[in-house]
T-cell receptor, first 116, second 114 residues
Framework: DAKTTQPPSMDCAEGRAANLPCNHS???????VYWYRQIHSQGPQYIIH???NNETNEMASLIITEDRKSSTLILPHATLRDTAVYYCIVSAPFKYSGAGSYQLTFGKGTKLSVIP | KAGVTQTPRYLIKTRGQQVTLSCSPISGHRSVSWYQQTPGQGLQFLFEYFSETQRNKGNFPGRFSGRQFSNSRSEMNVSTLELGDSALYLC?????????????FGSGTQLSVL
């Protein structure tokens, strides 16, 4: 799986949009971009994923650049409950990566602090 | 729909003992993965099971093992515990991983080895 680079920490004012960047310059054609977050002492929670088109769901929006080398997760109106570590992961579906390489590789993520 | 359930939530053991952790996936999910999380190493993949078969294994010693039952429930076992095995052990389930399925994680079992 391709490696990702994220800033170690970010602050965001409550009610404002939080824009979390991720670089994945070595991403291959069949690899998806996934975002998970982990609130302290809980398991990671899936947020959103995409291949090359921008995606939006009830939690967030995912903007992927045309060359797919970077992406941005957008939380449109951050609340205190969005304070968490956000992980950007690139991974190919099992059928492409094969049994020997299946897994999600988590980096250190970005610690987002939402400030009142 | 109930989420991924892991038991127990907390566990304290001493060095040399063994431990078994349990994971019940979301109903209908057939793939179960295990991860170890420590402050120093972060989240690391242990292994993944599908239809009672281990499909992939991470870079952990043979003291770490697992299995999956016919109802998709999974257990992982750590034998001869070491201090460094103290960690949050997370289980995740998905329908399958042949496509771009998302993972649903449990709250984890916090293991402390004294």
């Amino acid at each position: 799986d391709a490696k990702t680079t994220q800033p170690p920490s970010m602050d965001c004012a409550e009610g404002r949009a939080a824009n979390l960047p991720c670089n994945h310059s070595t991403i291959s054609g069949n690899e998806y971009v996934y975002w998970y977050r982990q609130i302290h002492s809980q398991g990671p929670q899936y947020i959103i994923h995409g291949l090359k088109n921008n995606e939006t769901n009830e939690m967030a929006s995912l903007i992927i650049t045309e060359d797919r080398k970077s992406s941005t997760l957008i939380l449109p109106h951050a609340t205190l409950r969005d304070t968490a570590v956000y992980y950007c992961i690139v991974s190919a579906p099992f059928k492409y990566s094969g049994a020997g390489s299946y897994q999600l590789t988590f980096g250190k993520g970005t610690k987002l602090s939402v400030i009142p | 729909k109930a989420g991924v359930t892991q038991t127990p939530r907390y566990l304290i053991k001493t060095r040399g003992q063994q431990v078994t952790l349990s994971c019940s996936p979301i109903s209908g999910h057939r793939s179960v993965s295990w991860y170890q999380q420590t402050p120093g190493q972060g989240l690391q993949f242990l292994f993944e099971y599908f239809s009672e078969t281990q499909r992939n294994k991470g870079n952990f010693p043979g003291r770490f093992s697992g299995r999956q039952f016919s109802n998709s429930r999974s257990e992982m076992n750590v034998s001869t515990l070491e201090l460094g095995d103290s960690a949050l052990y997370l289980c995740a389930s998905s329908l399958d991983r042949t496509t771009n399925e998302k993972l649903f994680f449990g709250s984890g079992t916090q293991l402390s080895v004294l």
